[in-house]
């Protein structure tokens, strides 16, 4: 009698649970709605990566058993309502990972630096129009409470489709930057990335170009407003954000300033295959493995970097060079080959074909401007020491002499205090953005506005 009294429960409702990976845990959230037909339908948010509402194809619940397919990330969750109400179970995607659900909402990190109203300073929503692209971005600007004629800054996000907090893992590093800027008298300015959030146009064909034009038109609109100094109106960029301010700042000479956190200053392709060393070694990869596997991602790369092949042709050489390593096993499983043709999909896409194949080197040489590029030691996303180097030699190049680097010792990627620097540590720390970053921004850009 047990079971089908387990089975007649309605599992309507949150359900959450942690998916232990090798980079770290992963909070997985289901919401679970029964229909007036009783049948059911569910969404997934994965908030640690900032993915919420992702919707999925079929749920059905039989004998105790909870089956939900999720097609549009090639994953499905299988699992068991047992006697002390969790659900015991498995999410496959590419690979059988254990998952037990609890009925209730995730508990929510703690963001101590997250800035709470009421705010010393005026915020306001604005819309800035990109004529070139004809589309227009949703943003926030934040100004002193009193004065006029500030310095001003444009915040930057990095790859992938980001909000104007630059949201990450619960973290919002761009809402902390600002309220800190504009706390020391600096205006800023921070969008939604083009075809995120409230903002118009298309994501997934834009390439770093296009989010330099929406750069462009970010300055231009602080600029004409009265309330800012036309003149000292500069770019904060973080990681490929810094990467696209450098673009910006090439084409643009009236850019007064820019500040790279973390910003790649060498070809896609030699930032990636170091990205990809440091990440699979704080994974727990042997040192003695890396020459090992080297060459086949060089190769891999190397693919990437012929532009008189089309997309459609570079898909199915990428298929074919990844396929032949794999066991037949492998490329019978549904899921593997549908995260596979995901990850295919993902390397030919506009932007990371220009990512892989765009050398800074050209356009930091063209920048006249103050630079001042940070990198935090720990940093496994853009080794501090690679790009930080380039930076300073690239852009002194040209006679530009006011070019500061400086790395921070127990800083990760997104400039926390960390252990590690692994990625899961990222949302498992409390602090957002480091203090001493905070502060080495507004005193640089105090002094230049002086």
């Given amino acids: 009698m047990f079971p089908s009294l387990l089975s007649a429960q309605n599992i309507s409702g949150t359900w959450h649970g942690k998916l232990s990976l090798s980079a770290g845990a992963l909070t997985i959230v289901f919401h679970i709605n ?22 999925t194809q079929t749920t059905s619940f039989k004998d105790s058993v909870l ?20 659900i015991v179970g498995t999410f496959t995607q590419g690979m059988a990972l254990p998952l037990n659900l609890e009925k209730g909402e995730a508990n929510k990190p703690k963001r101590p630096q997250e800035p709470q109203p009421p705010f010393p300073y005026r915020s306001e929503e604005v819309s800035v129009k990109n004529a070139k692209d004809g589309i227009t971005l949703a943003g926030t600007l934040t100004l002193p409470e009193k004065g006029n004629k500030f310095p001003a800054v444009v915040l930057v996000t990095g790859s992938g489709a980001q909000n104007r907090d630059s949201e990450i893992m619960g973290h919002k590093p761009f809402l902390v930057i600002a309220d800190y800027l504009t706390r020391k008298g600096i205006a800023v300015l921070r969008c939604d990335d083009r075809g995120t959030a409230a903002s118009q146009g298309n994501h997934a064909t834009a390439t770093n170009e296009d989010f330099a034009n929406d750069t462009e038109a970010a300055l231009s609109y602080l600029r004409s407003r009265k309330d800012i100094d036309a003149k000292k109106v500069g770019i904060v960029g973080h990681s490929c954000g810094g990467t696209i301010a450098f673009i910006a700042a090439a084409k643009d000479p009236c850019v007064a300033f820019v500040i790279s956190l973390a910003g790649a200053a060498v070809r896609g392709d ?31 790369y190397a693919l990437l970097q012929q532009t008189d092949k089309t997309p459609e042709e570079l898909q199915k050489e990428l298929y074919a060079d990844v396929t032949r390593t794999m066991s037949p096993e492998q490329l019978k499983d549904l899921n593997t080959a549908k995260q596979l043709s995901a990850q295919v999909n993902s390397m030919t896409s506009p932007w990371y074909l220009h990512f892989m194949r765009y050398d800074p080197t050209k356009d930091l040489k063209k920048i006249k401007c103050p630079v001042f590029a940070l990198n935090g030691e720990k940093d496994i996303q853009v080794d501090a020491a690679m790009n930080l180097t380039a930076i300073k030699q690239r852009v002194s190049e040209n006679g530009n002499k006011n ?37 080495d921004m507004a005193e640089w850009i105090l002094k230049l506005s002086n």
Avoid at 68 to 86: D, F, V, W
Wanted: glycine letters at 6%; charged letters at 20%.
């Fill in 34 to 55: 029964q229909t007036e037909k009783g049948e059911y339908t569910t969404t997934l948010d994965s908030p640690d990566q900032g993915a919420t509402n992702i919707k």
């Fill in 67 to 86: 089956t939900i397919q999720i097609p549009l990330i090639n994953a499905s969750y299988k699992g068991k309502l047992n006697s002390e109400h969790s």
């Fill in 270 to 300: 030699s930032l990636m295959l170091k990205q990809v060393e440091l990440i699979s070694k704080s994974q727990g990869m042997p040192d003695a493995m890396w020459p090992a596997m080297k060459p086949a991602i060089q190769h891999r």
């Fill in 403 to 439: 070019v500061t680097v400086k790395a921070y010792p127990n800083l990760n990627h997104l400039f926390q205090t960390c252990e590690k620097g692994t990625l899961a540590e990222y949302g498992e720390l409390e602090e957002t953005f480091s203090p001493e970053v905070l502060k």
